[in-house]
């Protein structure tokens, strides 16, 4: 019940309607080392550059966020506004 997980819950189950039914999270819980994955909603969110791509992140085999061997997936534009702007 704890707020980070709500929020984590809440993106995937919005990714998974967003994309009509074809992207389903609900087995991303951890990442392959047992660390949650980190969302980073961009897309909308910075008035000077409203399309920043959205991303899942893994920190990794090390566990540690922003080093070299962190996983980063960039999900695609959502909103009408970016996805014609990087077509």
């Known amino acids: 019940n704890h ?8 993106f995937r189950n919005n990714l998974r309607v967003n994309s009509g039914g074809v992207v389903d999270l609900t ?24 399309c920043r791509r959205d991303h899942i992140r893994s920190a990794g085999p090390d566990r540690i ?3 070299d061997d962190d996983i980063i997936i960039y999900l695609p534009f959502h909103s009408a506004e970016c996805v014609s702007e990087n077509n």
């Open 27 to 50: 087995a991303l819980e951890r990442d392959p080392w047992g660390s949650p994955y980190l969302v980073d909603e961009n897309e909308l969110e910075f008035v000077d550059n409203l």
């Open 3 to 10: 707020t980070c997980y709500q929020s984590w819950d809440s």
């Open 65 to 67: 966020y922003g080093t």
